[in-house]
């Protein structure tokens, strides 16, 4: 499905392609005259490396107009961009392809006491400006906000920051929104834009196209790490049968993913009615974490695994679509799993900065 933010991109020389057929967000900016590809994609906690590269790679003015001053990157602030409660914020990033490195990030976190309010943000390294990332980033931003029903995005700028602020405004005029300054402090200027409601945003969803998946009679696969080499997490089990299968974190772009494996489990098991509820929520890497496993042929999840920490207590849910079992692939998704619980995943805790 072409959309609008797609067909904008035209105008920097860049052709949107759509390679994942059920994403409401992946896409693979293609820019043929610089020979350049760009990975657009929810941000995950296996972005941790390219964000702290990402951060080190601005100069200090860049940082200086990004944080409003800030210069360093702590580790707590690092977790905190990175492991994205999706259920409550957004985060969207664009990765060049060649280098597997952030060319680009934007996001939305809401406001701890309205839910209905949330803090907007996007940057992107100074050799990928003038090629509309920042202009497809935040669009994706406003996008994923009026579909939350979020009412109020806002946005500080440093009031030398003339280019961020004529940017908002021109996708806060694209998007129907109302741009409303709110506040100046001599130094800093704090917009609002209130966006349209729009009680049928679900609209747009990309309608799952059936397929008959056919599994292979041999459990045997070797692993390649080589397309993503700074991911901590994501890999492609590939079985002599030809069956390419990538794990990586969940994220905001399987929303329907996950709702078509549920129903498919629902069918298949006799166990249905003990389905985790974790299959209809978003992703929340704030206090947990989850694993996808995706038949590359079909842009299909064929196997989820999902581990939350609690204060009192834990849980792990390993499930795995029938045409898939005994190819070891849950067991891949439960060893790596256990791995975060232990290396990764921390008791959840108030969100305080973007």
Not at 26 to 47: C, Q
Not at 284 to 313: C, N, P
């Amino acid at each position: 499905m072409v959309c609008q933010r797609d067909e904008v991109m035209t105008r920097y020389g860049c052709k949107v392609e759509q390679p994942h057929a059920h994403s409401i967000w992946r896409r693979e900016l293609v820019y043929e005259t610089r020979g350049l590809k760009i990975e657009i994609k929810p941000m995950t906690p296996d972005d941790d490396k390219r964000e702290q590269a990402f951060f080190d790679a601005q100069s200090t003015e860049e940082k200086t107009m990004r944080f409003l001053g800030g210069v360093n990157m702590p580790p707590a602030l690092l977790r905190l961009l990175t492991h994205v409660n999706f259920g409550k914020d957004f985060a969207i990033v664009a990765v060049d392809r060649a280098t597997d490195g952030l060319a680009g990030v934007a996001r939305y976190v809401h406001q701890e006491n309205d839910w209905r309010i949330a803090h907007a943000a996007v940057a992107v390294l100074k050799k990928y400006q003038r090629m509309g990332l920042a202009y497809y980033l935040l669009t994706c931003v406003f996008e994923a906000a009026k579909e939350a029903h979020i009412n109020t995005l806002v946005a500080d700028f440093l009031m030398v920051n003339h280019a961020s602020k004529a940017l908002f405004a021109k996708i806060s005029e694209t998007q129907g929104a109302e741009s409303r300054l709110i506040e100046r402090d001599g130094r800093v200027d704090t917009f609002h834009y209130i966006l349209p409601q729009d009680e049928s945003d679900a609209g747009d969803v990309p309608q799952h196209l059936e397929s008959e998946k056919k599994a292979p009679k041999g459990p045997s696969f070797n692993v390649d790490q080589s397309r993503h080499p700074f991911s901590l997490w994501r890999r492609d089990l590939i079985f002599d049968t030809g069956l390419r299968v990538e794990i990586r974190p969940a994220d905001a772009d399987d929303r329907q993913r996950l709702d078509t494996f549920s129903e498919e489990v629902l069918k298949d098991e006799k166990n249905s009615q003990h389905l985790p509820p974790v299959l209809r929520s978003a992703p929340d890497f704030s206090r947990g974490f989850m694993l996808v496993a995706l038949d590359t042929a079909t842009d299909e999840i064929v196997a989820v695994a999902h581990f939350r920490k609690g204060i009192d207590d834990s849980s792990m849910h390993v499930i795995t679509a029938s045409g898939y079992k005994g190819m070891g692939i849950g067991e891949v998704l439960t060893n790596e799993v256990l791995r975060a619980a232990i290396t990764d995943v921390t008791p959840g805790g108030q969100r305080s900065s973007m």
